[in-house]
C-alpha cells in the first residue's frame, strides 16, 4: 500500500532567512494561504522569539490560515522556557497548533556552540520537550547537524525525547554535508529504531543544499524510511538553500515506480506559489532551476523542438500543465528548427507554403534571430509579408498586418527626485509617432509614454531585471507580465542600455496583445473563403 510523506513547508521561517528576503505579516499571511491552498500538511511560519513583528506574523498564520484541522501551524523555538512560550502564545490560535524546537548534537555544537557536555545538552533537550507537552500535544524536536553527529549519541537523544513525549523526530543535515547513499542509511537505522520504540512518532528530514544534493538527499531519505520532508518553495533558504518542495514532490510524482508514495500537494499551484514568493521576497527564480525555473519547460534547440512536436514524451518527462502552467514554450531562437518556425506560422494561420516559399521564410527568420535572439509571432507576420514584397509574389495574406505593430526608434528618460520623465519615439507601418510623459519613476514614466501611443489598456503585473552578462557592456534582461481584458502576457528583452530594454518588453507584450486580436479575424476570414 502507498505511503502518505508529510510535507512541513518552512518557507516562511528558513527561507526567510536569505538576506534581504524579509516578509511583513500581510505578506506571510498571503504566501501562508497559498501554501495551505497548495497542500502542505505543516506550515512553519516563523521564529516568533526573535522579533515581535515575527511573533505577530505567526500569530495572524495560526488565526487566519490554521483556522481549519486540516492544516497544521508551527514556529520555531530554541530548547529554552521563554522561546517555546513564545511559540506557544504565537501558535495557540490555530486549530492544529505544534511547538517545535531545535538543539544541537554533533560534538561541534555540543562543545564549541554551547560548551556543555553531550549529557547536559541531551538533559535540556528532555527538559524541553516536557514542558512543551504541558503546552500542546504536539511537539517536533530537530536533532541539528544530525548529519555530523555521533550515531549513537544522535540515537541516544532521539530516544530520550520520544520517552518525553515528542511526537515527530526531525533529523536535520543542516550544512549541507551528508550525501545521498550514507544519509539514506542513518535514517534506515534510525527509522528502524524509532518504529521498534514507538511507531507513532514520525521520522522528518531536513536537507540543506550547499553541496547541491538536497533534493537527492530528501529522497534518499523517504526511500529508507521517512515519513516527513522539510522544504521550501523554490529552494530557498539559509546560505545555498534547502530541499525544494517542487523538486521532492515532482520526483515523488513521476518516479512512483520508485519511491511508491504519495502527498497531498495540489501540483497545479505549484507556478502560482512559486511566482508569489519569488515576488514578494523579491528573490528571483534561477532560469535553469527545476520545475519552477523560467526555462524548465522551454526548449530552444532545433532538434528538441523537432521531437517535442512529434512526441510530447521525447524531452517532457514532466508536463507543464502538471504544475500548473498552460503548456510547454517552444522559444523561437537561430538554433530553432524548420519543424518549430513552420508549426509556429500555422497556429498563426499561414500554411500550405510550397517549398520554395518556405525556404525563402525560413532563411528571413534565421536571419532576423541572429540579431535579435528571440522571435516573437509580430515578427513572423513581418517576415513573412517581407519574403512576399522581395520576391515579388501574390501574398495570400490580404492585409499588412504587419502595420499594426509597434516599433521603438528612440527614446529619452531623465531620471531625478521630482519629475521623472520619459519621451518615446515610435513607428507603426509609415507612421511616425512621439509622446512625452512623466511618472512616479523612469519605468512608471517610460511605460505611460508608450501607452499613450499604443492605446492598449494593460495592467502591469511584474517587472523584473536580470544581468545576462558581465563587464561594462553586460546586457540587461527584462521581463514583464501585463494583464489586458483578464489574459495575461509574458514579453522579454535585452540590452546593454536596460530602459531601452524596458520598452523594448513593454513593446513586445503590446504586440502580442495585437497578434492575439489578429488569430480569431485570420481564422474568421478562411472560414468564410
Not at 554535508?177 to 544519509?183: K, L, M, T, V
Request: with cysteine.
Amino acid at each position: 500500500m502507498s505511503r502518505k510523506i508529510w510535507v512541513f513547508d518552512t518557507t516562511l521561517r528558513d527561507g526567510e532567512q536569505v538576506p534581504g528576503a524579509k516578509l511583513n505579516l500581510y505578506e506571510k499571511v498571503e504566501i501562508a494561504q497559498q501554501l495551505k491552498k497548495l497542500g502542505v500538511d505543516i506550515i512553519e511560519a516563523g521564529f516568533p522569539a526573535s522579533s515581535q513583528g515575527d511573533f505577530d506574523a505567526v500569530k495572524a498564520v495560526a488565526q487566519k490560515v490554521g483556522n481549519t484541522s486540516d492544516i497544521m501551524i508551527t514556529a520555531l523555538a530554541r530548547a529554552v522556557k521563554s522561546d517555546i512560550d513564545s511559540v506557544y502564545n504565537a501558535v495557540k490560535y490555530a486549530e492544529n497548533p505544534m511547538i517545535h524546537m531545535v538543539l544541537g548534537t554533533s560534538d561541534i555544537h555540543v562543545e564549541k556552540k554551547f560548551s556543555k557536555s553531550k549529557d547536559q545538552i541531551l538533559q535540556i533537550g528532555v527538559e524541553a520537550v516536557k514542558y512543551a507537552k504541558t503546552l500542546l500535544p504536539q511537539v517536533q524536536y530537530s536533532t541539528e547537524d544530525a548529519s555530523r553527529s555521533d550515531f549513537e549519541y544522535l540515537w541516544k537523544t532521539i530516544e530520550a525525547v520520544m520517552k518525553a513525549g515528542a511526537t515527530m523526530i526531525n533529523v536535520p543535515d543542516t550544512v549541507g554535508y551528508a550525501e545521498p547513499e550514507q544519509w539514506g542509511e542513518l535514517i534506515y537505522k534510525l527509522n528502524d529504531r524509532m518504529k521498534n520504540l514507538d511507531d507513532s512518532v514520525l521520522l522528518s528530514v531536513h536537507c540543506h543544499n550547499d553541496l547541491g544534493m538536497a533534493t537527492a538527499n530528501t529522497l534518499a531519505a523517504i526511500k529508507n524510511g521517512a515519513d516527513k520532508v522539510e522544504c521550501t518553495i523554490n529552494g530557498i533558504g539559509e546560505r545555498a538553500g534547502n530541499a525544494a518542495l517542487e523538486e521532492v514532490v515532482m520526483a515523488l510524482k513521476t518516479r512512483g515506480d520508485i519511491y511508491d508514495v504519495f502527498t497531498d500537494i495540489q501540483t497545479k499551484e505549484i507556478m502560482n506559489t512559486s511566482r508569489l514568493v519569488s515576488s514578494f521576497m523579491g528573490l528571483d527564480v534561477q532560469v535553469n532551476k527545476a520545475i519552477t525555473g523560467d526555462n524548465a519547460f522551454a526548449h530552444s534547440s532545433g532538434i528538441h523542438q523537432d521531437g517535442l512536436l512529434k512526441s510530447r514524451d521525447a524531452y517532457e518527462i514532466v508536463h507543464p500543465e502538471d504544475v500548473g502552467l498552460d503548456d510547454m514554450e517552444l522559444v523561437l531562437t537561430a538554433r530553432s528548427g524548420r519543424h518549430a518556425v513552420k508549426n509556429s506560422l500555422s497556429k498563426l494561420g499561414f500554411k500550405d507554403f510550397a517549398v520554395e516559399e518556405f525556404e525563402g521564410i525560413f532563411e528571413g527568420f534565421l536571419k532576423l534571430a541572429d540579431s535579435k535572439k528571440e522571435v516573437y509571432n509580430h515578427d513572423l507576420y513581418v517576415i513573412v509579408e517581407n519574403y512576399y514584397e522581395k520576391a515579388e509574389k501574390n501574398n495570400p495574406n490580404k492585409e499588412n498586418y504587419s502595420d499594426q505593430f509597434f516599433d521603438l526608434e528612440d527614446l529619452q528618460v531623465i531620471s531625478n527626485a521630482s519629475f521623472p520623465s520619459a519621451s518615446v519615439k515610435i513607428r507603426r507601418g509609415e507612421g511616425i509617432y512621439k509622446s512625452s510623459a512623466v511618472g512616479s519613476g523612469p519605468i512608471d514614466a517610460l511605460y505611460s509614454a508608450i501607452a499613450n501611443i499604443t492605446d492598449i489598456e494593460v495592467k502591469l503585473i511584474e517587472y523584473n531585471i536580470s544581468s545576462v552578462s558581465r563587464g561594462q557592456e553586460a546586457l540587461g534582461k527584462v521581463k514583464i507580465i501585463v494583464e489586458h481584458e483578464g489574459e495575461k502576457y509574458i514579453a522579454k528583452a535585452a540590452d546593454t542600455d536596460i530602459l531601452k530594454a524596458s520598452a523594448l518588453a513593454y513593446i513586445n507584450v503590446i504586440n502580442s496583445i495585437i497578434v492575439a486580436q489578429i488569430q480569431p479575424q485570420r481564422f474568421e476570414v478562411k472560414a468564410t473563403v
